[in-house]
């Protein structure tokens, strides 16, 4: 399950998480779940957001530990050249490690902006 999954659907991840563990929850202990599963109650919560933690192991003047809950927000501050950078040492020490199900190999991945195929003929309606 990706960060993305989560965003777009909290309550259908926590619900494929409890069904992966073989513990389904009732409605209102799922809605509890998902309440304290939101990027917001987490980030306020001070068992999961690493403020506990003493600045010799987390300064937190740096930046919060869970700063956006943006999924890609990298991208407003690599430049291209530190992503390609990152791409290219991150595919160097994963070489022949398993891969996550979202990995893609570069020559199979899906040309990002495909032509619309054209439309198929179709029969005339009978009168």
């Known amino acids: 399950m990706r960060g993305l999954d989560q965003n777009l659907d909290l309550h259908g991840s926590v619900q494929r998480v409890c069904q992966f563990l073989g513990r389904p929850l009732g409605e209102e202990a799922l809605g509890s779940v998902v309440a304290h ?7 306020a919560n001070t068992m999961s957001n690493f403020t506990l933690l003493p600045p ?5 003047r740096h930046g919060a530990f869970l700063r956006k809950g943006v999924c890609g927000d990298w ?7 530190q992503s390609e950078a990152f791409d290219r040492v991150y595919r160097e020490q994963m070489r022949g490690l398993p891969t996550f199900p979202w990995d893609v ?10 032509s619309p195929s054209p439309p198929e003929a179709s029969e005339p309606p009978n009168p």
Not at 37 to 43: C, D, E, I, P, Y
Not at 75 to 81: C, G, S
């Open 37 to 43: 599963s939101a990027f917001g109650a987490m980030k």
């Open 56 to 60: 010799s192991l987390l300064d937190q």
């Open 75 to 81: 991208k407003n501050h690599f430049t291209v050249a």
């Open 105 to 114: 190999p570069e020559d199979a991945s899906p040309d990002p902006d495909p």
